[in-house]
T-cell receptor, first 106, second 113 residues
Framework: TQLLEQSPQFLSIQEGENLTVYCNSS?????LQWYRQEPGEGPVLLVT?????EVKKLKRLTFQFGDARKDSSLHITAAQTGDTGLYLC??????FGKGTRLSVIA | DSGVTQTPKHLITATGQRVTLRCSPR?????VYWYQQSLDQGLQFLIQ???????AKGNILERFSAQQFPDLHSELNLSSLELGDSALYFC????????????FGPGTRLLVL
């Protein structure tokens, strides 16, 4: 069974700072998705990456997929309070990491 | 709004009881997934249905069962409830069965006392 490890588990930063969170797998991803989940709601898909080395940008969010397709990172530039939430990586569609809980403080 | 609906939003019950959670997928989606989310275990896949047939099974207990009806809505039945079954239960749907975008519902928060 594939295991996804996300780090850090918790992250609290000031508005305007940059941050990176990581997702590492015990085996190769078929494809990798990043989700954001806000309190009381279901996860919402941010991006899907498929090709090793792929980089995708979504406004201030940059997603990178490792060359070997066993790891990924999510970088947020100039974090805003609206970025607060639980960030989950997943090997679509069935295996999820435990997430990084991000809190951005004004 | 993802288009996936789940009822009820909250459920409080006692140990030993049985409950049914309901999910209506997005219009046009044939596949339904059930997940359990707890603080210590994260989001755990339970079971998937595609067009009425069981497609994949995850860490679903024998006390739990699910089905997908001809109108594509799905129900998750939890019986002989234990304190440890307290969690958020999410339903997600997708158009196809594999490796595609899932849309999650708002979840049902179950509290077993």
């Amino acid at each position: 069974t594939q295991l996804l490890e996300q780090s850090p588990q918790f992250l609290s930063i000031q508005e305007g700072e940059n941050l990176t969170v990581y997702c590492n797998s015990s085996s190769v991803f078929s494809s990798l998705q990043w989700y954001r989940q806000e309190p009381g709601e279901g996860p919402v898909l941010l991006v899907t990456v498929v090709t090793g080395g792929e980089v995708k940008k979504l406004k201030r969010l940059t997603f990178q997929f490792g060359d070997a397709r066993k790891d990924s990172s999510l970088h947020i530039t100039a974090a805003q309070t609206g970025d607060t939430g639980l960030y989950l990586c997943a090997n679509t569609p069935l295996v999820f990491g435990k997430g990084t809980r991000l809190s951005v403080i004004a | 709004d993802s288009g996936v609906t789940q009822t009820p939003k909250h459920l409080i019950t006692a140990t030993g009881q049985r409950v049914t959670l309901r999910c209506s997928p997005r219009s046009g989606d044939l596949s339904v997934y059930w997940y359990q989310q707890s603080l210590d275990q994260g989001l755990q896949f339970l079971i998937q249905y595609y067009n009425g047939e069981e497609r994949a099974k995850g860490n679903i207990l024998e006390r739990f069962s699910a089905q997908q009806f001809p109108d594509l809505h799905s129900e998750l039945n939890l019986s002989s409830l234990e304190l440890g079954d307290s969690a958020l239960y999410f339903c997600a749907s997708s158009v196809e069965a594999r490796r595609v975008t899932q849309y999650f519902g708002p979840g049902t928060r179950l509290l077993v006392l």
